[in-house]
């Protein structure tokens, strides 16, 4: 058995990574032959993360709040505490908080043979995430 303390800040989501403020606590991270990465992301009211992609896939579990996914030319999904999403390896994807809430989910992944956990590309335009929000009133 390993116990850790609590030792490591609430990170900002990175500029490059996320549209709006994000914060993000580290839960598990990889070490030797273990490969499992996890993280509490909390989303403030219209943050999201740019579009990407996992190279062993990712799993987002909602904790709290309302929020958003899309895979690349799929539904935008309206997700909820307690809602599990997985998201194929290599599957372009974006998550969220909702315009008008909070969202806290656990991120949780492996990193490939090289440590990377993921491939960051282009933003989520205010204009698709609008869209995005448009398309789930009433969800």
């Given at each position: 058995?390993?116990?850790?303390?609590n030792s490591i800040?609430?990170?900002?989501?990175?500029?490059?990574?996320?549209?709006g403020?994000?914060?993000?606590d580290t839960?598990?991270?990889?070490?030797?032959?273990?490969?499992?990465?996890a993280s509490?992301?909390h989303?403030?009211?219209g943050?999201?993360?740019?579009w990407?992609?996992?190279?062993?896939?990712q799993?987002?579990?909602v904790?709290?709040g309302v929020?958003l996914?899309?895979?690349?030319?799929?539904?935008?999904e309206?997700?909820?505490?307690g809602?599990?999403v997985f998201f194929e390896?290599?599957?372009?994807?974006?998550h969220?908080?909702?315009?008008t809430?909070f969202m806290?989910?656990?991120?949780l992944?492996?990193?490939?043979?090289?440590?990377?956990?993921?491939t960051w590309?282009?933003?989520?335009?205010?204009?698709?995430?609008g869209?995005?929000?448009?398309n789930?009133?009433?969800r």
């Amino acid at each position: 058995m390993q116990l850790t303390r609590n030792s490591i800040e609430t990170a900002a989501g990175p500029s490059e990574w996320f549209t709006g403020v994000v914060y993000i606590d580290t839960v598990a991270t990889p070490s030797g032959p273990f490969r499992l990465s996890a993280s509490s992301v909390h989303f403030t009211p219209g943050a999201r993360t740019a579009w990407h992609t996992h190279p062993k896939g990712q799993t987002i579990y909602v904790t709290e709040g309302v929020g958003l996914a899309q895979r690349r030319g799929g539904p935008v999904e309206v997700i909820r505490p307690g809602d599990r999403v997985f998201f194929e390896p290599e599957e372009h994807h974006w998550h969220g908080a909702s315009p008008t809430r909070f969202m806290t989910h656990l991120a949780l992944l492996q990193v490939d043979d090289d440590g990377n956990s993921a491939t960051w590309g282009e933003h989520v335009s205010d204009e698709e995430y609008g869209a995005a929000s448009d398309n789930t009133e009433g969800r």
